[in-house]
Structures are given as structure tokens and as C-alpha cells.
């Protein structure tokens, strides 16, 4: 499986950004994918995560402002993220897995891609 992060960039506080992961080499549709994030000096995070059957889990830092889609048909899950503040900067990391539910540990996936980075400007 192979994972592609893209949509980084940087951008001001309180503005918007679609993080994409196109995935490959399996059935997409079949697992749940996750978003996590690595800040300079910290340790990764669980963002969110979206299930097979399109329920989604945030952590409470995302809650109300970021939100996980999946279009199976493109292998592709995204990551809108709106208010962005100077927090939300780190490298943001997608994450598959052969399960089909929630995951919130990084041990419970089983792919990774590349990472994107995202900058927020205050």
C-alpha cells in the first residue's frame, strides 16, 4: 500500500487547508484512515480518523474545525482544516489500516505516507 499526502502549504491564522491522501495498492475502501501530526519538538498525534463506513473521530484540538472525507471511487481521503491557528503546525501524516474501525494509536495502522507540511502564520 502507498500512501500520498499532499496539499501542505502555508497559510495565515484563521484560514483554510484540504490536506489529500491518495492511497494505492489495495482496496481502499475496505479499512479506516487516519490523520496525524508531528510538531518541531513533538511527539506525532492522532488528528482523526475515518472509518469504511464513513463515521469519523476527531481529537478534541480538531473538533469543530477540521473535518475527514473519503471518496472511495478516487482512493483519495481528505483533511479540510478551517481557523487554523499557529498550533496547527507540524507535518501532517496519513495512515491506513486493514481494520475497518476508529483507531486513535499510531501502533493500530499499518501504512503511512510521507507526511505534508503545514504552516500557520500569525
Known amino acids: 500500500v502507498q500512501l500520498q499526502a499532499s496539499g501542505g502549504g502555508l497559510v495565515q491564522a484563521g484560514g483554510s487547508l484540504r490536506l489529500s491522501c491518495a492511497a494505492s495498492?489495495?482496496?481502499?475502501?475496505?479499512?479506516?484512515m487516519g490523520w496525524f501530526r508531528q510538531a518541531p519538538g513533538k511527539e506525532r498525534e492522532f488528528v482523526g480518523c475515518i472509518a469504511r463506513s464513513w463515521g469519523t473521530y476527531y481529537a478534541d484540538s480538531a473538533k469543530g474545525r477540521f473535518t475527514i472525507s473519503r471518496d472511495n471511487a478516487k482512493n483519495i481521503v481528505y483533511l479540510q482544516m478551517d481557523s487554523l491557528n499557529a498550533e496547527d503546525t507540524a507535518v501532517y501524516y496519513c495512515?491506513?489500516?486493514?481494520?475497518?474501525?476508529?483507531?486513535?494509536?499510531?501502533?493500530?495502522?499499518?501504512?503511512w505516507g510521507q507526511g505534508t507540511q503545514v504552516t500557520v502564520s500569525s
Open positions: 495498492g489495495r482496496t481502499f475502501s475496505s479499512g479506516a
Open positions: 495512515a491506513a489500516r486493514a481494520g475497518s474501525y476508529w483507531a486513535t494509536r499510531q501502533q493500530d495502522y499499518d501504512y
